[in-house]
């Protein structure tokens, strides 16, 4: 990594800073991304916009025209949790408050080693001369479900209903398949019949304790 430039003499670098914690995947991807960006725009005064176009890959959004404006949308975000400032691990994301010297605030993405890339690369500030500063850290995505095989054995299978019964082709088959066409032919022969059958098994299905399909 090249040299970081100092922080501004209004602002202070981080004190008290701990050795960095390992970060979780995504937080890595976002360290590298935020460091990709910074260095190919190198402004000052943009450090929202490139920070938006950090985490916008990541299904991250964020509105607003102020960097101070992050803090609220991240709080509600139940992929952040808020964590102390002296734990920085990277792609934590830093969020300073406005202030009367600074009315847009200022939001970075931490890098491990004392840096941060915004707009640009430079040495960690602090909200020393900014309102009130939160770090956010993405949190681990959960392990996946367990995915339960389904058995391998084959399904029961029903028969077509106008498949004929079972023996058909078969002397006794045959006997049965010609008294089902008989009994047929004789039901569409006497529709008065039919009817009837229709109504009792109406009456059947209204019989109390009897099943309704």
């Given amino acids: ?96 408050g406005k202030s009367r010297s600074h009315p847009d605030g200022h939001i970075a993405v931490y890098l491990g080693n004392d840096a941060e890339a915004s707009d640009h690369l430079q040495r960690v500030i602090t909200g020393g001369t900014y309102g009130r500063t939160l770090v956010f850290r993405v949190k681990q995505k959960p392990a996946a479900p367990a995915v339960r095989v389904a058995s391998s054995a084959a399904p029961d299978r029903q028969p077509p209903k106008n498949a004929l019964p079972l023996g058909a082709g078969t002397a006794e088959g045959t006997d049965h398949t010609a008294s089902l066409i008989l009994s047929m032919h004789g039901a569409i022969a006497n529709p008065a019949g039919d009817r009837e059958a229709i109504a009792a098994s109406e009456a059947d299905r209204q019989t109390p304790g009897s099943f309704r399909i």
């Fill in 1 to 96: 990594m090249p040299a970081l430039p100092p922080p501004a003499a209004s602002e202070q670098a981080v004190t008290g800073l701990r050795s960095d914690s390992p970060p979780s995947q995504m937080g890595a991807a976002i360290a590298d991304r935020a460091k990709l960006v910074a260095g190919r725009t190198g402004t000052i005064g943009w450090c929202y916009a490139a920070v938006k176009s950090v985490l916008m890959p990541f299904g991250i959004e964020l509105f607003g025209r102020a960097a101070w404006m992050a803090a609220a949308q991240l709080l509600k975000d139940k992929r952040f949790q808020v964590v102390p400032g002296k734990e920085l691990c990277p792609g934590d994301i830093m969020v300073h």
